[in-house]
Protein backbone atom coordinates (compact mmCIF):
# COMPACT_ATOMS: atom_id res chain seq x y z
CA UNK A 1 0.00 0.00 0.00
CA UNK A 2 1.32 2.98 -0.88
CA UNK A 3 2.66 5.67 2.06
CA UNK A 4 0.32 8.70 0.80
CA UNK A 5 -2.83 6.11 1.05
CA UNK A 6 -1.34 4.62 4.75
CA UNK A 7 -1.11 8.34 6.25
CA UNK A 8 -4.58 9.18 4.76
CA UNK A 9 -6.17 6.47 6.73
CA UNK A 10 -4.03 7.23 9.52
CA UNK A 11 -5.46 10.90 9.86
CA UNK A 12 -8.78 9.84 9.33
CA UNK A 13 -8.82 7.03 12.13
CA UNK A 14 -6.61 9.46 14.28
CA UNK A 15 -9.37 12.38 14.36
CA UNK A 16 -11.53 10.33 17.36
CA UNK A 17 -8.35 10.38 19.18
CA UNK A 18 -7.72 13.91 18.49
CA UNK A 19 -11.33 14.50 18.73
CA UNK A 20 -10.83 13.01 22.42
CA UNK A 21 -7.55 14.26 23.73
CA UNK A 22 -8.79 18.18 22.76
CA UNK A 23 -11.87 17.90 24.48
CA UNK A 24 -9.56 16.57 27.45
CA UNK A 25 -7.66 19.08 26.86
CA UNK A 26 -10.24 21.36 27.33
CA UNK A 27 -11.58 20.14 30.31
CA UNK A 28 -7.92 21.03 32.52
CA UNK A 29 -7.91 17.55 33.61
CA UNK A 30 -4.86 16.40 31.95
CA UNK A 31 -2.45 16.39 34.54
CA UNK A 32 0.84 18.11 32.77
CA UNK A 33 3.65 16.47 30.52
CA UNK A 34 2.76 12.99 31.88
CA UNK A 35 -0.80 13.04 31.59
CA UNK A 36 -0.59 14.01 28.05
CA UNK A 37 2.53 11.24 27.43
CA UNK A 38 0.12 8.84 28.84
CA UNK A 39 -2.74 9.43 27.01
CA UNK A 40 -0.65 9.70 23.57
CA UNK A 41 0.88 6.71 24.60
CA UNK A 42 -2.11 4.73 25.23
CA UNK A 43 -4.35 6.15 22.28
CA UNK A 44 -1.59 5.18 19.51
CA UNK A 45 -0.82 1.99 20.83
CA UNK A 46 -4.54 0.86 21.18
CA UNK A 47 -4.59 2.76 17.41
CA UNK A 48 -1.64 0.68 16.44
CA UNK A 49 -3.23 -2.97 18.16
CA UNK A 50 -6.43 -2.73 16.69
CA UNK A 51 -5.80 -2.95 13.13
CA UNK A 52 -3.67 -6.22 13.72
CA UNK A 53 -6.43 -7.64 15.18
CA UNK A 54 -8.53 -7.03 12.29
CA UNK A 55 -5.66 -8.34 10.09
CA UNK A 56 -5.36 -11.69 11.50
CA UNK A 57 -9.45 -12.18 11.60
CA UNK A 58 -9.25 -11.15 7.94
CA UNK A 59 -7.04 -13.09 6.94
CA UNK A 60 -8.69 -16.53 7.83
CA UNK A 61 -11.83 -15.65 5.87
CA UNK A 62 -9.90 -13.79 3.25
CA UNK A 63 -9.86 -16.69 1.00
CA UNK A 64 -13.70 -17.54 1.20
CA UNK A 65 -14.31 -14.07 0.13
CA UNK A 66 -12.25 -12.80 -2.86
CA UNK A 67 -15.03 -12.53 -4.99
CA UNK A 68 -17.01 -9.48 -3.65
CA UNK A 69 -14.10 -8.37 -0.37
CA UNK A 70 -13.57 -4.72 -2.12
CA UNK A 71 -17.40 -4.57 -1.84
CA UNK A 72 -16.91 -5.31 1.74
CA UNK A 73 -13.83 -2.93 1.83
CA UNK A 74 -16.14 -0.55 0.70
CA UNK A 75 -18.57 -0.71 2.91
CA UNK A 76 -16.82 -1.01 6.37
CA UNK A 77 -14.85 2.01 5.48
CA UNK A 78 -18.36 3.90 4.67
CA UNK A 79 -19.57 2.54 7.37
CA UNK A 80 -17.35 3.27 10.16
CA UNK A 81 -16.53 6.73 7.90
CA UNK A 82 -20.23 7.07 8.13
CA UNK A 83 -20.76 6.78 11.92
CA UNK A 84 -17.92 9.15 12.62
CA UNK A 85 -19.61 12.18 10.55
CA UNK A 86 -22.63 11.16 12.30
CA UNK A 87 -21.24 11.56 15.35
CA UNK A 88 -20.08 14.62 14.63
CA UNK A 89 -23.79 16.43 13.93
CA UNK A 90 -24.76 15.14 17.04
CA UNK A 91 -25.77 17.27 19.73
CA UNK A 92 -22.98 16.94 22.70
CA UNK A 93 -23.77 16.12 26.61
CA UNK A 94 -21.25 18.76 27.75
CA UNK A 95 -18.26 16.24 27.53
CA UNK A 96 -17.10 17.05 24.61
CA UNK A 97 -14.66 15.11 23.08
CA UNK A 98 -15.17 11.87 25.48
CA UNK A 99 -13.26 13.27 28.23
CA UNK A 100 -14.13 12.07 31.21
CA UNK A 101 -17.63 12.64 33.01
CA UNK A 102 -16.73 12.46 36.70
CA UNK A 103 -14.10 14.95 36.36
CA UNK A 104 -11.24 12.89 36.84
CA UNK A 105 -8.36 12.86 35.07
CA UNK A 106 -8.60 11.01 32.08
CA UNK A 107 -5.05 9.93 31.89
CA UNK A 108 -5.53 7.81 34.42
CA UNK A 109 -7.05 3.96 35.06
CA UNK A 110 -10.13 2.74 32.95
CA UNK A 111 -10.75 5.93 32.11
CA UNK A 112 -8.14 6.09 30.00
CA UNK A 113 -8.53 2.56 28.97
CA UNK A 114 -12.00 3.11 28.00
CA UNK A 115 -11.12 6.18 25.86
CA UNK A 116 -8.35 3.80 24.17
CA UNK A 117 -10.58 1.86 23.26
CA UNK A 118 -13.01 3.37 22.15
CA UNK A 119 -10.82 5.98 20.04
CA UNK A 120 -9.62 2.63 18.20
CA UNK A 121 -12.05 0.47 17.83
CA UNK A 122 -12.74 2.14 14.30
CA UNK A 123 -9.50 0.46 13.86
CA UNK A 124 -10.37 -2.74 13.88
CA UNK A 125 -12.66 -2.51 10.57
CA UNK A 126 -9.44 -0.99 9.02
CA UNK A 127 -7.30 -3.82 9.68
CA UNK A 128 -9.83 -6.14 8.54
CA UNK A 129 -10.43 -4.12 5.37
CA UNK A 130 -6.50 -4.29 4.98
CA UNK A 131 -6.65 -8.18 4.83
CA UNK A 132 -8.97 -8.52 2.37
CA UNK A 133 -7.61 -6.32 0.12
CA UNK A 134 -4.17 -8.48 0.76
CA UNK A 135 -2.06 -5.26 2.71
CA UNK A 136 1.02 -6.70 4.79
CA UNK A 137 0.19 -4.86 8.22
CA UNK A 138 3.12 -3.65 9.88
CA UNK A 139 3.90 -0.78 8.16
CA UNK A 140 0.14 0.55 8.22
CA UNK A 141 -0.13 0.09 11.75
CA UNK A 142 2.96 1.55 13.17
CA UNK A 143 2.20 4.68 10.60
CA UNK A 144 -1.36 4.28 12.26
CA UNK A 145 -0.22 4.60 16.03
CA UNK A 146 2.74 7.32 15.33
CA UNK A 147 -0.03 9.29 13.98
CA UNK A 148 -2.18 9.24 16.16
CA UNK A 149 -0.03 9.33 19.54
CA UNK A 150 1.22 12.67 17.32
CA UNK A 151 -2.26 14.12 16.71
CA UNK A 152 -3.44 13.44 20.34
CA UNK A 153 -0.53 15.33 21.50
CA UNK A 154 -1.60 18.18 19.25
CA UNK A 155 -4.94 17.88 20.12
CA UNK A 156 -4.09 18.19 23.92
CA UNK A 157 -2.81 21.05 23.46
CA UNK A 158 -5.19 22.98 20.73
CA UNK A 159 -7.58 21.89 23.63
CA UNK A 160 -5.67 23.83 26.29
CA UNK A 161 -5.88 26.82 24.15
CA UNK A 162 -8.80 27.06 21.98
CA UNK A 163 -11.56 24.58 23.80
CA UNK A 164 -13.40 22.13 21.85
CA UNK A 165 -14.31 24.67 19.01
CA UNK A 166 -12.82 22.20 16.16
CA UNK A 167 -13.14 18.68 17.79
CA UNK A 168 -16.73 18.08 15.42
CA UNK A 169 -15.14 19.44 12.52
CA UNK A 170 -12.04 17.22 12.75
CA UNK A 171 -14.38 14.35 13.29
CA UNK A 172 -16.50 14.84 10.65
CA UNK A 173 -13.43 15.06 8.21
CA UNK A 174 -11.62 12.20 8.84
CA UNK A 175 -14.57 9.97 8.25
CA UNK A 176 -14.94 11.51 5.09
CA UNK A 177 -11.55 10.63 4.35
CA UNK A 178 -12.00 7.21 5.05
CA UNK A 179 -15.26 6.95 2.73
CA UNK A 180 -12.88 8.37 0.25
CA UNK A 181 -10.29 6.09 0.69
CA UNK A 182 -13.14 3.21 0.61
CA UNK A 183 -14.39 4.28 -2.84
CA UNK A 184 -10.86 4.57 -3.98
CA UNK A 185 -10.51 0.66 -3.52
CA UNK A 186 -13.86 -0.10 -5.17
CA UNK A 187 -13.11 1.97 -8.05
CA UNK A 188 -9.66 0.49 -8.75
CA UNK A 189 -10.66 -2.94 -8.13
CA UNK A 190 -13.79 -2.59 -11.03
CA UNK A 191 -11.24 -0.48 -12.88
CA UNK A 192 -9.37 -3.82 -12.94
CA UNK A 193 -6.02 -2.08 -11.00
Same mark, same amino acid.
Given at each position: MPLLDTLV??????????????????????AGRRGAFRIAFHFGLFQ??????GWLAGRSIAPLIRAFDHWIAMGLLGIVGGRMIAQSLRPRDGHEGGASPS???????WTLVALSVATSIDALAVGLTLA?????????? =? &?? @???????? $??? /???????????????? =? &?? @???????? $??? /???HLAGG
Amino acid at each position: MPLLDTLVIALGLAMDAFAVAAGAGAGGRVAGRRGAFRIAFHFGLFQALMPVAGWLAGRSIAPLIRAFDHWIAMGLLGIVGGRMIAQSLRPRDGHEGGASPSGGDPSRGWTLVALSVATSIDALAVGLTLALIGVAIWQPA =A &VI @GLVTGVLS $LAG /LQLGRRFGVRFGRTTE =A &VG @GALLIAIG $LRI /LVSHLAGG
